[in-house]
């Protein structure tokens, strides 16, 4: 599975931006899709997920203000991020996670966005 995303770049503090990720190859081989990120010197936290079945889930810190949407149809997921802050700058990473592995995931490459004035 290859995972494809875009969408990063700077943004003024209460901008907004749209992350999109598509899976290719193998794609039945995930059952779920979402964005981690990672700041620097900071851990990877999980961002919003959704999967199949249309269930998302969010970070605290992101409730309200992103809106995790796609993998409907196709493989290919969005992260509608809006009320941009300072402390959202971070690089993205998009994961799909393994049907059939226990806490196995494949990741793309990340994407900056960087929220500043």
């Known amino acids: 599975v290859q995972l494809q995303a875009s969408g990063g770049g700077l943004v003024q503090p209460g901008g907004s931006l749209r992350l999109s990720c598509t899976a290719s190859?193998?794609?039945?081989?995930?059952?779920?899709m979402g964005w981690y990120r990672q700041a620097p010197g900071s851990r990877r936290e999980l961002v919003a997920g959704?999967?199949?079945?249309?269930?998302?889930n969010y970070a605290d810190s992101v409730k309200g203000r992103f809106t995790i949407s796609g993998y409907n149809s196709k493989p290919t997921i969005y992260l509608q991020m809006n009320a941009l802050r300072p402390e959202d700058t971070a690089v993205y990473y998009c994961?799909?996670?393994?049907?059939?592995?226990?806490?196995?995931?494949?990741w793309g490459q990340g994407t900056q966005v960087t929220v500043s004035s």
């Open positions: 994961y799909g996670r393994s049907r059939f592995l226990d806490d196995s995931f494949y």
């Open positions: 959704i999967a199949e079945d249309g269930n998302t």
């Open positions: 190859g193998n794609d039945y081989s995930i059952n779920a």
